[in-house]
T-cell receptor, first 113, second 115 residues
Framework: IAGITQAPTSQILAAGRRMTLRCTQD?????MYWYRQDLGLGLRLIHY???????GKGEVPDGYSVSRANTDDFPLTLASAVPSQTSVYFC????????????FGEGSRLTVL | AQSVTQLGSHVSVSEGALVLLRCNYS??????LFWYVQYPNQGLQLLLK??????LVKGINGFEAEFKKSETSFHLTKPSAHMSDAAEYFC?????????????FGSGTQLTVLP
């Protein structure tokens, strides 16, 4: 089935631990994004990548890192998790073109204790 | 800089009643505008978008939105609500120019449909 796959779907993590959220797309979209969703705040952009080999910082990048070694994969890493990173994380990719819509994965729910 | 304001974090309507979800934006240039819907425990999916041309845009599931430049608004409507419309709705804006061109989302409106 074409689309975006995120893993894990849910994770409980101790503070201070390292965690990588995986995102894979099979639509050959150039642009990919990581958002976090928090109640009352909507979606906020963490990091993005316009094409393989390049990444950029979004609105809330602190404490997160990304890499884009190829077109399909865009992992998000929390080097040392903190409770404020408890959130639902969504990966998305975009059809080519300025007005192209975003396609979203089903999210990864992360709880940091 | 661009921003989006969704008036009303929660909206309740009766089944069969008009749905009106409000969205106002700020942008230095006429933007691209989007409405996304999120059903429980799912990712967001596109309802409709405005880029250029006709200001009344029709989307999926009977929803439509009208771009009003003078009011900087892009309100979402549906003539008759259905129980299956219960979800969270997000308005989003993207500037057509600039190096980043990232989507900025509103804080969302939770729609409840009452039987």
């Amino acid at each position: 089935i074409a689309g975006i796959t995120q893993a894990p779907t849910s994770q409980i993590l101790a503070a201070g631990r390292r965690m990588t959220l995986r995102c894979t797309q099979d639509m050959r979209h150039n642009a990919m994004y990581w958002y976090r969703q928090d109640l009352g705040l909507g979606l906020r952009l963490i990091h993005y990548s316009n094409t393989a080999g390049t990444t950029g910082k979004g609105e809330v990048p602190d404490g997160y890192s990304v890499s884009r070694a190829n077109t399909d994969d865009f992992p998000l890493t929390l080097a040392s998790a903190v409770p404020s990173q408890t959130s639902v994380y969504f990966c998305a990719s975009r059809i080519k073109g300025d007005a192209g819509e975003l396609f979203f994965g089903e999210g990864s729910r992360l709880t940091v204790l | 800089a661009q921003s989006v304001t969704q008036l009303g974090s929660h909206v309740s309507v009766s089944e069969g009643a008009l749905v009106l979800l409000r969205c106002n934006y700020s942008s230095s240039v006429p933007p691209y505008l989007f409405w996304y819907v999120q059903y429980p425990n799912q990712g967001l999916q596109l309802l409709l978008k405005y880029t250029t041309g006709a200001t009344l845009v029709k989307g999926i599931n009977g929803f439509e939105a009208e771009f009003k430049k003078s009011e900087t608004s892009f309100h979402l409507t549906k003539p008759s609500a259905h129980m299956s419309d219960a979800a969270e709705y997000f308005c989003a804006v993207r500037s057509p120019s600039g190096s980043a061109r990232q989507l900025t989302f509103g804080s969302g409106t939770q729609l409840t449909v009452l039987p």
